[in-house]
């Protein structure tokens, strides 16, 4: 009988590998010191005596080594079979008097494993207590057999009760060989179980890491393939929605469908390559595509293209026909260098980057985007101990009156001194901390940081009419906070007149404002505090909402101004552009509402804007944002320009 060597397989350790090695065991201290107690005295027997020969079982033994279930050998010194039972004959499906006088080791298969013939050949010359291993064998009827072979030493012989022979004159060996096929079936079994997913059969997160992690190590690359790696991660969209509506049941076989076909896009893409791409079940919606020794961007793309079409076309589950999309996140890079958890996390990222993008889509790992993300994720968790560390300043950007060119008013503008990234502008981390929360704590700080520059203003040019300070102010700060009580204590601190501060929210947030934001702007209206809509032309303009909201001014959006020509270009003025910036001049006069034109920069633009009526101009013909400084500079200046603070 032919058999292999496959790595140790312990009974209760069912989450190794199915391949074993030999279990070698050693013997204890106690066995090497400890003296041979004289053998009993054989008991009689009515059996009749066996063939002579020095090896063979006691008489009193006999019945119980022939009858017995688990198949065992009498091995001498050299390694020969003295005697065998029926039960090792049928077990190696061979005839029992072919048994005796083979070669042990040959019949279960000793010798083609290094270790185990040492450690056998160490057994039989008595240096070593015991043997056991596990071994898979080949039946002569063509199936494979797997037995847990032990070899342990026989005890002296009877006879001599005072003294015990040398260990060189000792009997030989008894040889027991167990048949583990069923254990080893059900290991495999249980094996397979614990590595794929039971509802689409398709190999399981702990079975892909498994394979990810192998193909990444040096070995697997160096030696042959193109040494590079490909994944795509593909999130399904829609799915939550038909298994919420049709349970779970239909959701599971939809999920069995789907793996169906990316199974087909997998062998697809292997006939025409080398090698097969490893499709698995991550859990819920979530699978992935691992190919092994890709070629380039190029490969991973066709297979995402290929995915996403097997996809679209509808399912036919339980007499429905039900449509599902699918997003695909591309990551196809160098093996050497790469780790699981990095390849991963690039196509998490990769994915996140298709569903925002639209879904139903494949997009490709991009560093560069991802380098902003990292950026962004960093800004996100220093933005609130940056507000305590006083890393942010205010500069300002003067308000202009279009007659008489002096400074009305200045918008305070945020910026953030980052240790790291230099000085950012708002438009770097104010959705940041419009989403993690920290607005309400920046808004606060840069609300009264505001107010008391403008009062200082005030104390400072006496002689001046006072100008008004004009915040930014997110939704959020009116739902998280009470912004009315924040502005109030503000300006009681300070000292501010409620008229000389002014309040800017976005249109659309202005717009779609009703309950407790609605409330929030009319309090502050009844307080004094002016009310300006920012960007206004570029979101809902519902102008008839407009008049029952309490704001004093709307500030045009830049793109309107932009439309109008520069000096230094032949550029024909645009009568639809000066003709909807004149209505909405007219519009909010009507309503009693002030205009405020943004991104003026020349006085072609300021000239235009002051014929249709706009009453205050912002942009760099004016000033860029500066220092309250050089804000004082300006202060009861006319005819401001931006040479005047030294701006570009």
């Known amino acids: 009988m032919s058999g292999t060597s496959e790595g140790p397989t312990p009974a209760a350790d069912l989450n190794r590998p199915i ?40 008489p009193s033994y006999r019945s119980v080594f022939t009858a017995a279930p688990l198949a065992m050998a009498v091995v001498d010194r050299e390694g020969r079979v ?6 090792l004959a049928t077990l190696l499906g061979r005839a029992p008097d072919t048994l005796v006088g083979a070669a042990a080791a040959d019949l279960v298969d000793l010798s083609s494993d290094a270790r185990a013939w040492h450690s056998y050949r160490e057994v039989l010359c008595g240096r070593q207590a015991r043997l056991r291993c596990t071994r898979r064998l080949k039946h002569p009827e063509g199936h494979s057999l797997w037995v847990q072979v032990s070899v342990a030493p026989l005890p002296p012989e009877a006879g001599d009760a005072g003294d015990a022979p040398p260990a060189a004159e000792a009997p030989g060996v008894l040889l027991s060989v167990a048949d583990v096929s069923a254990r080893r079936e059900l290991q495999s079994r249980l094996h397979y179980l614990q590595m794929h997913d039971p509802v689409t059969r398709l190999p399981n997160r702990t079975l892909f890491f498994e394979r990810l992690t192998a193909a990444l190590e040096a070995e697997s690359y160096e030696q042959s393939g193109t040494g590079r790696i490909g994944l795509c991660s593909l999130d399904l969209d829609g799915f939550k929605a038909i298994n919420d509506a049709l349970g779970h049941r239909v959701g599971d076989r939809l999920l069995a469908a789907v793996a169906e076909r990316l199974t087909l896009c997998a062998e697809e893409a292997g ?15 979530e699978f992935a595509l691992l190919v092994e020794d890709s070629t380039g961007t190029e490969q991973l793309a066709d297979l995402a293209e290929s995915v996403l079409g097997a996809i679209q076309d509808p399912f036919d589950v339980d007499g429905r026909r039900l449509s599902v999309s699918a997003s695909i996140g591309v990551v196809e890079r160098h093996a050497a260098g790469t780790t699981p958890t990095a390849l991963m996390q690039a196509a998490d ?19 560069e985007r991802n380098a902003h993300r990292m950026t962004r994720q960093a800004l996100a968790s220093t933005l609130r101990p940056a507000v305590e560390r006083g890393e942010f300043t205010l500069e300002y950007q003067p308000l202009v009156g279009m007659e008489d060119d002096r400074v009305h008013g200045v918008e305070a503008l945020v910026r953030w001194n980052h240790p790291q990234f230099g000085t950012l502008t708002p438009n770097r981390f104010i959705s940041i901390a419009e989403e993690d929360g920290s607005i309400v704590q920046l808004g606060r700080w840069v609300l009264r940081t505001a107010c008391r520059q403008a009062r200082h203003w005030q104390v400072e040019h006496p002689t001046e009419p006072p100008i008004f300070v004009s915040v930014n102010v997110a939704v959020r700060q009116v739902w998280d906070s009470d912004l009315v009580a924040d502005v109030a204590e503000t300006l009681t601190e300070t000292g501010l007149a409620p008229e000389l501060l002014q309040l800017e929210l976005t249109e659309s947030a202005v717009m779609g404002s009703s309950g407790r934001p609605l409330q929030a702007l009319k309090a502050l209206s009844d307080m004094g505090v002016r009310i300006a809509i920012d960007d206004f032309g570029t ?3 519902n102008l008839a909402y407009l008049s029952r909201l309490p704001v004093s001014v709307l500030k045009l959006d830049g793109a309107f101004v932009r ?21 909405m001049v007219q519009l909010a006069h ?3 509402l002030t205009v405020t034109a943004e991104c003026v920069e020349t006085t072609a633009q300021a000239t235009r804007l002051r014929r249709i009526g706009c009453d205050t101009g912002q942009g760099w013909l004016y000033s860029r944002p500066v220092s309250p400084d050089r804000i004082s500079e300006l202060l009861g200046t006319p005819g401001v320009q931006a040479d005047v603070v030294g701006n570009p």
Do not use: H, M
């Not at 066995?31 to 009515?46: G, I, K, N, V, Y």
């Open 19 to 58: 391949v074993t090695e030999s279990d070698i065991s050693a013997p204890s201290r106690a066995e090497r010191e400890e003296p041979a107690s004289p053998p009993a005295p054989p008991p009689t027997s009515p059996l009749a005596p066996l063939p002579a020969s020095p090896l063979a079982p006691p």
């Open 82 to 87: 003295v005697s065998a039972n029926s039960t």
């Open 271 to 285: 006939r025409s390559r080398a090698g097969t791409p490893l499709v698995a079940r991550l859990g819920g919606d």
């Open 349 to 367: 990222t990769t994915l996140y980057w298709a569903k925002a993008d639209g879904k139903s889509r494949w997009t490709l790992f991009d560093p």
């Open 539 to 541: 979101g809902y303009s």
């Open 563 to 583: 439309g109008f020509p520069y000096e230094d270009r032949d550029q024909t003025p645009s009568p639809a552009d000066e003709a909807i910036v004149e209505a």
């Open 590 to 592: 009507r309503l009693g």
